[in-house]
Every structure is written in structure tokens, then in C-alpha cells.
């Protein structure tokens, strides 16, 4: 288990599915959660409320991370010192031909406009030694229809390579961790779904669809001490999928 005590955390979309999971993991670890959310309150308060029952602590912050000034408002409720930031928070696409210019440019906006300023207000918040871990996704790597929200995964893929480089004096860390198939609300097709979780299942050594937990633990181990030479990589996180 890390040891995230006297340590702050923002886990941006933390509301529901995987970011709620962190957010928890970072909590029972320690540290002092900040449960960002986009527009869904009841959501976010049962994250808060959660972590508060089980001893740790957290509040909520809201911002539309699609919106111009979002970034802006979310660190209006921060300040330093920020030890940890996990860019999850992300909204799924259309495929080739529904795309409009509009969705085009709102799955950027959040999927890597909103990450790539969030860490940008965060670093001059940030001790050195402290840990950036951008959730990206398998769709990186294995071909889907939905070509803008891959897009979107592929470039948080390559931002962490470079800036891990160039956040490597400061003994900051920058790993990407990439979840497969995981229940959620993004995949809520998946939720009575027999024969498609079946599919998932038989394709994963693993043999069985991931939940939000296990991505949670594997960013805690990102975010702990014992993570420090770990840096600049992607981490696929999905139980063995497509291996062969
Ligand atoms: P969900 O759709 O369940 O949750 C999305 C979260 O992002 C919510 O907290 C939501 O807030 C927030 N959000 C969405 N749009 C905005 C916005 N405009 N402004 C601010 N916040 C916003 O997603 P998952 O939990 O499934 O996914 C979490 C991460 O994991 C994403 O980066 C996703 O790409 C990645 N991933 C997921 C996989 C899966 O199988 N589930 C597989 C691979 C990667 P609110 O509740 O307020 O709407």
C-alpha cells in the first residue's frame, strides 16, 4: 500500500467509474483528495462522501473542462502544495462519419487540452518528487471505430514521454496508465451484456472485463515512493488483453 500521507492529490472525473476508484485508492492511501467533476454534483458528493466514511478526506470541485476557462476554475479551489495529479476525466467520441467539428474539437478540449493545461497550473504547485499520471487507453494500440477519442489517447501516449523528459530535474514523474475494457459508464453497453463480456473475457488472459478498482491500484502504485525510477512509460493495465 502507498504511503500518501500529508500528500495532496486532484483526480480529475472523479465523480463516477474509474476516476471515483482512484480517487478512493488515493484516499485510503492517505493522501487528501480533491474529487474534480463536470457537471454531475450527486455524483461527486458520493465520492467525498465514500472516502469520508472510510476515515480519509476529500472535497469536491466542479469544472467543465470542455468550457474555456475550466482549468482556470478548477485551480481557483487549489492551492500548493499539489503532490499528485491524475488527468482521468474524458469523454468517449463518434465514429468517421458522425464526427462533427463541434464533437471534434469538445473531445480535444477534454481529452488532451484540459490534461495538457491542468499540469501546466499544477507543476508551479507541485513539490519536486511529485507524480502526473494521464489515463490514457488500450484503443491506443488496438483498433476501434472511434477514431477521434483514440486520437485523443494517442496524443496523451506521447505527451508523457517528452514531458517526463523534461520534467525529470525536478524529480516529477510522468507515466500514462492505460486501462482495457473496464466497467464503467463509458461502457455501459457492456453492463447486460453477456456475450460481450464473454468476448472481452476470452480475449484477456485474465479472463474476465477489468473494473475500476484495478486500474485504482495500479496509478496508487504509480503514485507511491517506491514508483520514483518509474517514469516517461505507458503502463498497459488490462489483465493480459489480446496476447494471443
Ligand atoms: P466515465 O464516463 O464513467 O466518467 C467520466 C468522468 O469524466 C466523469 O467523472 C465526468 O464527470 C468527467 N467528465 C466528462 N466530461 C467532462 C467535462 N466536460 N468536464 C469535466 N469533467 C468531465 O468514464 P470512465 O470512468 O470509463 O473513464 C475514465 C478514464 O479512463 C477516461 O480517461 C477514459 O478514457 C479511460 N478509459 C476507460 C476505459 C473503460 O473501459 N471504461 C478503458 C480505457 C480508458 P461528470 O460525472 O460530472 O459528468
Do not use: C
Request: proline content about 3%; charged content about 20%.
Amino acid at each position: 500500500m502507498a504511503d500518501l500521507r500529508d500528500k495532496t492529490a486532484l483526480v480529475t472525473g472523479a465523480s463516477r467509474g474509474l476516476g471515483r476508484a482512484i480517487a478512493r485508492r488515493l484516499a485510503a492511501d492517505g493522501a487528501t483528495v480533491i474529487v474534480h467533476y463536470g457537471s454531475n454534483a450527486a455524483k461527486a458528493s458520493e465520492t467525498v462522501a465514500s472516502i469520508s466514511a472510510a476515515g480519509g478526506k476529500a472535497y469536491a470541485v466542479q469544472a467543465d473542462l470542455q468550457s474555456a476557462d475550466g482549468v482556470d476554475k478548477l485551480f481557483a479551489e487549489i492551492s500548493a502544495p499539489l503532490d499528485i495529479v491524475v488527468n482521468n476525466a474524458a469523454v468517449f467520441s463518434s465514429t468517421l462519419f458522425d464526427t462533427t467539428v463541434d464533437e471534434f474539437d469538445r473531445v480535444f478540449a477534454v481529452n488532451v487540452k484540459a490534461p495538457f493545461f491542468i499540469i501546466q497550473k499544477a507543476l508551479p504547485l507541485m513539490p519536486d518528487g511529485g507524480r502526473i499520471i494521464n489515463i490514457s487507453s488500450g484503443v491506443t494500440w488496438f483498433a476501434v471505430p472511434e477514431l477521434v477519442y483514440s486520437m485523443t489517447k494517442g496524443a496523451l501516449n506521447v505527451l508523457g514521454r517528452s514531458l517526463a523528459n523534461t520534467l525529470g530535474d525536478r524529480q516529477i514523474t510522468v507515466n500514462t496508465v492505460s486501462p482495457g475494457t473496464t466497467h464503467s459508464d463509458m461502457n455501459a453497453w457492456l453492463r447486460d451484456n453477456p456475450e460481450a463480456q464473454a468476448g472481452i473475457s476470452g480475449i484477456t488472459a485474465l479472463g474476465r472485463v477489468g473494473e475500476p478498482e484495478d486500474i485504482a491500484d495500479a496509478v496508487s502504485l504509480v503514485a507511491s515512493a517506491d514508483a520514483r525510477w518509474i517514469t516517461g512509460e505507458v503502463i498497459e493495465v488490462n489483465g493480459g488483453f489480446y496476447l494471443g
